[in-house]
T-cell receptor, first 111, second 114 residues
């Protein structure tokens, strides 16, 4: 059973607010990922990590930042949210190039 | 450059009909190949994967896919569509390189008509 959790599931906030999207996995995977996905559209990799204290930017430029202080935890932060950040954010983890396990996603709406 | 293409952003089939979702990749090295399914308001979950064993791979919910190296393809099929198969399907390819890169295709939305 793959266990990867994301909170909150839904978030509606005003412009300019700072937010943190949480992602945790209990599988001990070294690799973790953040994707941005608009409804019915393709996935865009925005951040990834190969392990503790390792973070890299993905293919899609994003104003968000991430940290990886613990293996199981990979939070994503937006310092000042804007309407253009409205989207679904998916977190995933994997062991090497094998299967990626996805969380349920956070649907963010910025007013 | 390495890429993944899925022919048809939207596919409609009748209930009970054959499902065929196409995936092609470009690669100069042997890949690992995956199909994921995404239901509304959920994350992706693995349907099946190919990692250099048998070229015909069986997955969950009656789906299967065949790796054809000469065609650089990994098409997904199911003999008889069910209403519950309506979802978004993503093909993904990875390579054991120094960067362990994974590329997802753009996705195909499957509709099943009663």
């Amino acid at each position: 059973e793959a266990d990867i959790y994301q909170t909150p599931r839904y978030l509606v906030i005003g412009t300019g607010k700072k937010i943190t999207l949480e992602c945790s996995q209990t599988m001990g995977h070294d690799k973790m990922y953040w994707y941005q996905q608009d409804p019915g559209m393709e996935l865009h990799l925005i951040h990834y990590s190969y392990g503790v204290n390792s973070t890299e930017k993905g293919d899609l430029s994003s104003e968000s930042t991430v940290s990886r202080i613990r293996t199981e935890h990979f939070p994503l932060t937006l310092e000042s949210a804007r309407p253009s950040h409205t989207s679904q954010y998916l977190c995933a983890s994997s062991e090497g190039v094998d299967t990626q396990y996805f969380g349920p996603g956070t649907r963010l709406t910025v007013l | 450059a390495q890429s993944v293409t899925q022919l048809g952003s939207h596919v409609s089939v009748s209930e009970g009909a054959l499902v065929l979702l196409r995936c092609n990749y470009s690669s100069s090295v042997p890949p690992y190949l995956f199909w994921y399914v995404q239901y509304p308001n959920q994350g992706l979950q693995l349907l099946l994967k190919y990692t250099s064993a048998a070229t015909l791979v069986k997955g969950i919910n009656g789906f299967e896919a065949e790796f054809k190296k000469s065609e650089t393809s990994f098409h997904l099929t199911k003999p008889s569509a069910h209403m519950s198969d309506a979802a978004e399907y993503f093909c993904a390819v990875s390579w054991k390189t120094s960067y362990d890169k994974v590329i997802f295709g753009p996705g195909t939305s499957l509709s099943v008509i009663p």
